[in-house]
């Protein structure tokens, strides 16, 4: 049986390929759970310090498979509806395992990125794309709202009227436009996506990994914090930092005048 996702490791980095050629990588169901599972499965292994989420065959994934959609559409209205409930709540846990997975999220993306694509996008921790690569939020084509955690995670990376305006209008932007929202952090030729990834990702899985977990988990809980309790945990997340031994290797290396050597512990 074909797998909904490649998974391959390269020493400290994860790669997780969505492989859905045929339908540009739509998500359903299995590609979800496959997804899920790879990322739990890591969530406390120290020796993944990065993980990588792109797409096979050139696209990184064109949203929900409506081919799938159209074969739910004989089913009572009320059927219907709970079918395709419990299909976006599926969505959920996987959605949150990326936020709260205490070391990096980078998606590479290349061609197309829509619907449920945009949303795994921006719900990944940083973004690099190719330059030929292009993105919709599309829902509004097919006559439902977004789903994923889009309605979350875009207005704040572009604003209230910018994300109004995406997801009302389902317009298609280039990578430029993506970067220039705030989308997108890196746009990069396509034929130097690959090599652009793993020097991200590299440079990544050689930081301090504890450090990145905490800062990661201080910024997402900044977005509905007050300035109190915000103090509060990053007292808490730099004297648990302090603690670290790549704390005393950072400082070491700092009065040592050379580059750390970072061991993510």
């Not at 070391?103 to 619907?115: D, N, Q, T, Y």
């Not at 330059?131 to 994923?148: V, W």
């Not at 704040?156 to 436009?177: F, N, Q, S, W």
Request: hydrophobic fraction near 40%; include cysteine; aromatic fraction near 8%.
């Amino acid at each position: 049986m074909t797998k909904e996702v490649l998974v391959e490791r390269s020493e400290n980095i994860l790669t997780l390929t969505l492989n859905r050629p045929e339908v540009l990588n739509a998500v359903n169901g299995p590609l979800t759970d496959q997804l899920f599972d790879e990322l739990t499965a890591v969530e406390n292994d120290s020796n993944i310090r990065c993980v990588v989420i792109r797409g096979s065959s050139g696209h990184f994934m064109a949203g929900g498979d409506l081919k799938l959609f159209h074969g739910e559409l004989g089913r009572a209205s009320d059927e219907r509806r709970r079918f395709f409930e419990k299909f976006v709540y599926q969505i959920h846990p996987l959605i949150q395992s990326i936020k709260r997975l205490p070391k990096p999220v980078v998606a590479s993306v290349e061609g197309a990125a829509g619907g449920f694509g945009v949303s795994l996008m921006l719900a990944c921790d940083l973004v690099i794309a190719t330059d030929t690569s292009f993105y919709t939020m599309a829902y509004c084509n097919i006559g439902t709202s977004p789903d994923g955690s889009s309605t979350y995670f875009l207005p704040r990376a572009v604003g209230l009227k910018k994300a109004m305006e995406l997801a009302l209008l389902c317009d298609r932007i280039d990578a430029t436009t993506a970067k220039e929202l705030g989308m997108v952090n890196w746009v990069v030729p396509a034929d130097e996506l690959a090599d652009a990834t793993a020097k991200l990702a590299n440079r990544l899985a050689s930081g301090p990994t504890m450090a990145y977990g905490n800062t990661k988990r201080l910024l997402n809980a900044s977005l509905h914090s007050s300035l109190d309790d915000q103090l509060q945990a990053e007292a808490e997340s730099f004297a648990a930092c302090a603690s670290s031994a790549d704390f005393i290797e950072g400082i070491t290396a700092f009065v040592e005048k050379r580059n750390a050597d970072f061991k993510g512990k």
